[in-house]
Structure formats: C-alpha cells, structure tokens
C-alpha cells in the first residue's frame, strides 16, 4: 500500500490507524500571508459554505493556490519523506445554517485498494465547536470500500443524525494542520459566531500514486486517468471530460441502516430477543414437566 509517511514515524502510524493526524505547522507571519491573498481577491466575505475552486474564473482557481502554495509548500514538504502536493483552496463557513457541510467522504483521488490519498486542512483562525470545526468518525476510512465522485451519493447520509452520536470534534489553534484519509467521515455544523470560519485545504498523495477520478451510473463505476490539474481545468458537474477510461465495474452503492453501520464500523451484533416464557417455564425453569 502506497501511503504518506511523516518523518515522524509516530505520525504515520496514527494516520493509517485513525485516518487522521494533526500536527503545528505555519507561523503568525505565514498566516498573515495567506489572509492577504484571500483578502486581496475577495473585497467582501462569501455567504454559506465557500470554496475557490467552485469559481468559474478556472484561471483565478489556480493563481489562488498558486500564491498560497508559494508560503505552504515549504513549510509542508518539511515533514514528509514521499509527499506530492496537489494545489488547493481557500475555504470559508460563513456564519449561519448555510454554512453547515453535511456528513460525507471526499472524492477518490487513487485507487484505494493500492494507494491513499488526503486533504491537508489548515485553519488560519482558531476552530471548535462554537465556529463550525471539523467533526470525524475516528478510524472510518478502513471499514468499507467505497468509489466516491459525480452521482454516488454517501451510504451513510441517511443515518447522519445516528453516525454523529459516534463521532469528535476537532478543534485546532490556528496554523496547524491535520491531515486526513480521502475515505475519512466527517462533517461540520454551523459556524454560531459573527465570524467568517477561513481555512486552506490542498490534495496531497504519495509520490508515484496514479491518480484517477470515479463517476457512478447506476450500479456500473467508472474509473479514468486524472491528472494534478483536471480540478483546476474543470467543472465538479463537467464530469470526466478529456479523462480516459480505464476500466467499468458493478459496484452497488446501498445505503446503511442504523444496524448495519453499527455492525460495520464497530462489530456491533443485534441480539436476538428471548422468546417469553409461559406460566410452568416461569414456574419451574427450563427443566421438562
């Protein structure tokens, strides 16, 4: 299995076991750096849930990340042996209810059967539960083999309310990062404060990692060649458009039950009911009369 290694082999092993791991990584002076650019390109605050790579300027996409990554890559490429970094985006939760980010996992970026890979989640303001930070399932990204892009709906979105009882809140200073498993559950509830919730987020994956992109068309997954670019050159609704196919495979995508989450994702079995017993097993046992 391709996966990211810190230098910290503590670190990797919390990775792989709990899909995620967070650690310090940028200084005041690097986030004043990045508030600038955001700032620079954006003269009022974005409404809801916001990310620069949902602009229609495909060329503002990129020069967003550009000048971010210009500060990050550095500061990054220090803590790992085998990282190749992606570009990202500025996101933002706006205060209110339409900034609230439902239960999800993030789209497949590789073949999960032979590869990992990640967002690296940077708050540049302080986050918990107050302002919308990121909530997770520990340990979720092993538990079922998923394809997740275009028209492949979360299995677990039905039962969100039931999955959240199980998961943590993950609250961060601002300039530390975690990194998290593309297979990961989690969500964020709405930011209660007067102020906008402002994050970088960027792919990573392990060098030499094929990258691919999965669309579903009713129970047949599609798999292509993608490339570092294509979320900068494309639309998420364009679709796989100048991918080439590799291969198409049946994979029913079905949602979980409450029961069967809980078998699952934590083993749990659902224990049969006792039969009632009548008036002489009640008054004897289980012994024959």
Same mark, same amino acid.
């Given at each position: 299995m391709n996966?990211?290694k810190f230098?910290d ?8 076991t ?6 310090d /990584?940028?200084?005041?002076f ?8 955001? %700032?620079?390109?954006h ?5 809801g849930?916001?990310?620069t ?19 990050l ?19 933002s #939760?706006?205060p209110?209810?339409k900034?609230?980010?439902?239960l999800?996992?993030?789209?497949? /970026?590789v073949?999960?059967?032979v ?9 540049l ?8 930070a990121m909530r997770i ?17 979360p ?8 999955v959240? &009882?199980?998961?943590?809140?993950l609250?961060m200073? #601002? ?6 498993d ?7 509830p709405q930011?209660?404060t007067d ?9 990573v994956?392990p060098?030499?990692?094929d /990258?691919?992109y999965y669309?579903? %068309? ?6 292509y060649?993608s ?9 998420r ?7 080439e196919l ?12 409450k029961?069967?989450?809980?078998k699952?994702?934590?083993?749990k ?7 009632? #017993?009548?008036?002489? &097993?009640?008054?004897?046992?289980? #012994? %024959?009369v």
């Amino acid at each position: 299995m391709n996966r990211i290694k810190f230098h910290d082999s503590e670190l990797t092993e919390r990775l792989a076991t709990d899909g995620f791991v967070t650690f310090d /990584l940028l200084r005041d002076f690097d986030l004043d750096g990045l508030k600038a650019i955001f %700032k620079e390109h954006h003269s009022a605050n974005p409404e809801g849930f916001y990310a620069t790579t949902h602009l229609d300027d495909k060329a503002k996409r990129k020069l967003l990340s550009d000048q971010a990554m210009s500060i990050l890559a550095c500061r990054i490429e220090a803590h790992f042996e085998n990282i190749e970094l992606l570009g990202g985006a500025f996101i933002s #939760k706006a205060p209110g209810e339409k900034g609230i980010l439902p239960l999800h996992q993030d789209w497949n /970026l590789v073949d999960e059967k032979v590869a990992r890979s990640y967002n690296l989640w940077i708050p540049l303001v302080d986050v918990n539960e107050e302002n919308g930070a990121m909530r997770i399932l520990v340990g979720s990204h092993t538990k079922q083999q998923t394809y997740r892009g275009p028209n492949i709906p979360p299995v677990l979105y039905p039962i969100s309310s039931e999955v959240d &009882q199980h998961m943590v809140s993950l609250n961060m200073k #601002k300039g530390e990062a975690v990194l998290y498993d593309h297979a990961l559950w989690h969500s964020s509830p709405q930011n209660q404060t007067d102020q906008l919730r402002l994050a970088f987020v960027l792919g990573v994956v392990p060098q030499e990692a094929d /990258l691919k992109y999965y669309q579903q %068309k009713g129970d047949t997954v599609e798999e292509y060649a993608s490339h570092p670019n294509f979320f900068f050159e494309n639309d998420r609704e364009s679709g796989p458009d100048g991918l080439e196919l590799i291969r198409s495979f049946h994979h029913p995508n079905s949602f979980l039950s409450k029961d069967e989450f809980e078998k699952v994702y934590f083993g749990k079995v659902e224990s049969k009911k006792e039969a009632k #017993k009548g008036f002489i &097993q009640r008054l004897f046992g289980s #012994k %024959k009369v």
